[in-house]
């Protein structure tokens, strides 16, 4: 499948005469309410055809006067939205910008139509830069702690989910009459613009964009709840815990990449009654909440290989090393070697693919692995296949040269498979 690029898609975007000022994105976007992934060159075709499909193009005009502040306009000069700075259009479908009001300069989201998406109520707002299905939004306050909440595409508060009671009539029909006297109450959304500042003390940010089902995804770390404070889950763009806020820690491991999220959780327990001595523990688990890998202590897991097969299907392979014990490292193999003591590649059903004595590593040059079975080193592809059986005693990776021993004997890997 040939994917089309963030690129192509900007270019797209800059030829309808939009105005883009690199210098406010980055004023607008250096807060501590980033977004935490880049899904540039990952996005499938799909996501591009719903741009192209939408009928509410950003066809307006953004002016700069000659106090430079902006003007947002439509195609026959009406003004739209006025004093407006550091302007500037999100992939032909909204603008952000700043605005004076009477509590100083803010920062809010419109739509093409010049409809306030996120009021102009924020000191910042954080979107993911390839995506911008959502926005973080969040106000420092007198004590220097900063607020964060979150407002979905269509203006209405994700986080913290505000629901009304109204009640709306309801239609019965009772031996072919209706009857309209019955009525319940029902639930709906609330937007941004009705509630603006509904915030929360929590670390937020994006995790996630579901292209499948066009549907985003955050981590959120309640600071300020008694309950869960230091406690992380995800949440989805519907405002559903779809892992509940039980974690100490949370880390994607496959994001953006068009199928189901896989994340490494981190969990700490106790080891007495007491709860003095406690022991930290890390599991696989899917978006959904399923446990691919269950916990266990002294394991780190990350992502070994994404592929994607001659007939479009991924093939999600996790590697799950076991560390030294009272190890709490996390991260890459690269980066903890010297914590781990053996290795296993799994994958995304958590079934055993291979198993290996010591840590699964690297060439620094080449797509192998080196892997320990019986006390031999031997050599897998990037797909967990087996290239060389174990039988070296050990081996040397000088990058442009990878030496093997056997018997006593050192040789080039390269004599004895094709090195790409």
Partial sequence: MIKKTIKAAY???????????????ATLMTTSAQATINCAGYLPNSYFERIENNNERFADKLVTLEDNSQQLQDLNGNILLAGLTDAYALMNKYLIASKDTAKGKKTGVVNAAGEIIVPFAYDAIATEPD??????????????????????????????????????????????YGDYSDTRPTQRRVKAVDAPLNLTAA???????DS?????????????????????????????????????????LNACAGQLLYLQAVSTSSLSLDKVETQQ?????????????????????ELFNNWVSNNGDHSLLFLSSTLIKGSIATGLTQDIEDNIVSAQIIDSKGKLILASEAAIVKLLYHQFYAYKRDGKFGFIDDQANIVL???????????????????????RLNTLIELD
Avoid: C
């Avoid at 670390?203 to 964009?209: C, V």
């Avoid at 523990?281 to 780190?300: E, K, M, R």
């Avoid at 005693?393 to 030496?403: A, C, F, L, N, T």
């Fill in 11 to 25: 270019t797209n975007f800059l030829s309808s005469s939009m105005f883009f000022s690199a210098v406010a994105a």
């Fill in 131 to 176: 995506i911008y299905t959502s926005f973080i939004v969040n106000v420092t306050m007198p004590d220097g702690a900063t607020n964060q909440g979150i407002i979905d595409r269509d203006g209405y508060w994700v986080y913290p989910a505000i629901k009304n009671n109204e009640r709306q009539q309801q239609r019965r029909i009772d031996n072919g």
């Fill in 203 to 209: 670390a937020i940010s994006h995790a996630h964009y």
């Fill in 212 to 252: 499948d089902d066009d549907r985003d995804y955050f981590l959120i770390n309640a600071l300020g709840d008694a309950s869960t404070i230091g406690k992380i889950g995800l949440l989805n763009d519907q405002g559903k815990w779809v892992i509940a806020q039980q974690y100490e820690d949370l880390q994607p």
């Fill in 281 to 301: 523990q890390t599991a696989l688990l899917d978006q959904n909440a399923n446990i691919i890998i269950p916990f266990a202590p002294n394991q780190n897991i």
């Fill in 389 to 411: 059986e174990p039988q070296f005693d050990s081996y040397r990776d000088e990058g442009d040269k990878v030496w093997v021993e056997k018997s006593g004997e050192m040789v």
